[in-house]
């Protein structure tokens, strides 16, 4: 395992890491962040790159590299994600980690932020060999993760199974006696290894609460309202099953293979049974025709959900945006050149440090019954879940007001006092 201290950090470039520490820099200008605080904050805690081997199924040896980046911990145990996704690197995990801790203060919750995963595409892997990369991985991590240390999660291209096999690895290295004791080292789980009912929609449903919340601030029905979304994955799925339901309707769908649109209407569920028969790609859905992936964003709509990955929407395509309101699902999708050029054409943006928390907060909601030995029904965790939501969206959109700031840098801001407050009130050892 190597691990990287501060002086042995490289430069950060052009990127997400350079996104979030622009954001952060915004906001923490605005408050006059303490000088020593801020010192602290602009820095991750822990860093982790693991290269580790893991035999195929033909009999060779490959040899991955896995990340994981503890950000800050002042509010609690790190918490977040691993995806597994070609683009993961250190500063890729790095900005995630960042995010995360700005996500868990936002939220309330007595978390820290952590984020990684491993540089490889599932998609060419088998099931079995997953499973040893995910337990190799996990077993390289050690006791560098923990119930009470760092909770990991499912994020892109992982899911419950992923979490099942970390939680089985981890376990089998306590002693008997501890095992019962360690189940919320992840959360995501399956539901029968001691997951959380509402869990798998918790985000989704959060991006799609967000949206409701502020339509109702603006007096605007969704009843008929057109949204896009990028990424059909879990988190997009969700959202736009949510969104059906209150009556908006589906008008344009992105993923890795391609885009598909279709004016009068794409169905949610239809889309999610031919994606299931075919490998998970919409491509080739023969109730919409294909358009250039170049032109998505430009599609004419009321609402757009990027809910894929990192900086998708940039000053390239930003001009081209017809929505006038973006909810950002996945984390980082919006560049900052792009947010100058959105916010100057009055198209409003809720930041993916609130909209897409309904994960994290899901993720606590499961790590508190694990500890306490709680099983809740779907209908309460989903109940707590729009209550945790709507105090959170109520207190940016009402900062953003009280400011005259846009909803993010609003985010940013009480984000950040919740642990510069922290900071204050504890001091800095010794």
Known sequence: MTTLTKTQRTPRKQGML??????????????????????ILEVTNNEFVVHFPV??????????????VQHN?????????????????????????????WKTSLAGLPYGGAKGGIQLDPTKYSQEELQRITRRFTYALGDNIGPELDIPAPDVNTNP??????????????????????????????????????????????????????????????????????GFGNVGYWAAHFLE?????????????????????????????YTKANKGSIQGYASAYSVENSEFFGLDCDICVPAALGNQITGKNAKKIKAYLIAEGANGPTDVGA???????????????????GGVIGSYFEWLQNKNGEIWQLDEVMAKLEKKMRESFTRVF???KERNIDMRTAAFIIAIERLEEAYVQRGIFP
């Open 18 to 39: 350079d996104n979030v520490m622009r954001q952060f820099d915004h906001a923490a200008d605005i408050i006059q962040l303490n000088g020593n605080i801020r010192k």
């Open 55 to 68: 035999r195929m199924d033909n009999g060779e040896v490959e040899i991955f590299t896995g990340y994981r």
């Open 73 to 101: 911990n002042a509010l609690g145990p790190y918490k977040g994600g691993l995806r597994y996704h070609p683009t993961v690197d250190i500063d890729a995990a790095r900005a995630l980690a960042m995010w995360m801790t």
């Open 161 to 230: 199974q992923t979490m099942a096999w970390i939680l089985d690895t981890y376990m089998s290295t306590k002693p008997p006696a501890e095992r019962s004791t360690n189940m919320h080292v992840v959360t995501g789980k399956p539901i029968g290894a001691g997951g959380s009912e509402g869990r798998d929609r918790a985000t989704g449903y959060g991006v799609f609460l967000t949206i409701k919340f502020w339509a109702e601030q603006k007096k605007i029905d969704l009843r008929d309202k057109k949204f896009i979304v990028q």
């Open 245 to 273: 339901k209150e009556g908006a309707t589906m008008t344009a769908v992105q993923d890795a293979y391609g885009s598909i649109a279709n004016d009068e209407g794409i169905s949610v569920e239809k889309l999610l049974e």
């Open 339 to 357: 947010e100058t050029i959105l916010l100057k054409k009055g198209i409003e943006i809720i930041p993916d440090i609130l909209c897409n928390s």
């Open 398 to 400: 009402e900062t953003s």
